[in-house]
């Protein structure tokens, strides 16, 4: 069975650090684009970053830019997001999608993040 | 960006009945290399990851009822559910995966009238 599980979120300071994984079974994890895409809450889906099979290639949203870091592990079958300098307005559910023919046909369950004080 | 646009936000329909979604991108999302059109459904219900529901503008998901559908090129496209059932109740999404950065519509709220 395909599965992708998130894990890594909770609660953090204002300008604190975090490491999401997302970790992959079912399926070869080298041979899929993987994505992260967040949601805060009640409101609507935002990409956040990209990555390519070899984890050479990466692409994140302007919002995200600087201070997020989107990586893999091939052999380990895991996605991660390093997270820095958050911010308030990155709380949300964090959500690993993986990438067939252009669109996203697996999620995982998601992972929260709060950012507050 | 591309800019995606639903509309309605919400809907009520009767069971049975049918419902209507309608996507705005603020840019073609058909690449004319191959004529496909990047566009993407999904399904999203409370407490869950959203669902992959129609690619390609119109090409349903294995495992994807008959009742949805999916239609529209370039800029304008629809996603159809032609007879509500109980377990349709929903937001629904629009996407483009056509350039970065990747993007989404507001989201409509299919409800039961």
């Known amino acids: 069975e395909v599965q992708l599980v998130e894990s890594g979120g909770g609660l953090v300071q204002p300008g604190g650090s975090l490491r999401l994984s997302c970790a992959a079974s079912?399926?070869?994890?080298?041979?899929?684009?993987m994505h992260w895409v967040r949601q805060g809450p009640g409101k609507g889906l935002v990409w956040v970053s990209r990555?390519?099979?070899?984890?050479?290639?990466?692409t994140y949203a302007d919002s995200v830019k600087g201070r997020f870091t989107i990586s893999r592990d091939n052999a380990k079958n895991t996605l991660y997001l390093q997270m820095s300098s958050l911010r308030p307005e990155d709380t949300a559910v964090y959500y690993c999608?993986?990438?067939?023919?252009?669109?996203?046909?697996?999620w995982g369950q998601g992972t929260l993040v709060t950012v507050s004080s | 960006d591309i800019v995606m646009t639903q509309s309605p936000d919400s809907l009520a329909v009767s069971l049975g009945e049918r419902a209507t979604i309608n996507c705005k991108s603020s840019?073609?999302?058909?690449?004319?290399?191959?004529?496909?059109?990047?566009l993407t459904w999904y399904q999203q219900k409370p407490g869950q990851p959203p669902k992959l529901l129609i690619y390609?503008?119109?090409t349903r998901e294995s495992g994807v009822p008959d009742r949805f559908s999916g239609s529209g090129s370039g800029t304008d496209f629809t996603l159809t559910i032609s007879s509500l059932q109980a377990e349709d109740v929903a937001v629904y999404y629009c996407?483009?995966?056509?350039?970065?950065?990747?993007?989404f519509g507001q989201g409509t709220k299919v409800e039961i009238k």
């Open positions: 390609w503008a119109s």
């Open positions: 996407q483009q995966h056509y350039t970065t950065p990747l993007t």
């Open positions: 999608t993986r990438s067939s023919t252009g669109t996203w046909d697996q």
């Open positions: 079912g399926f070869t994890l080298s041979s899929y684009w």
């Open positions: 990555i390519n099979s070899d984890g050479s290639t990466t």
């Open positions: 840019q073609t999302v058909l690449y004319s290399s191959n004529n496909k059109n990047y």
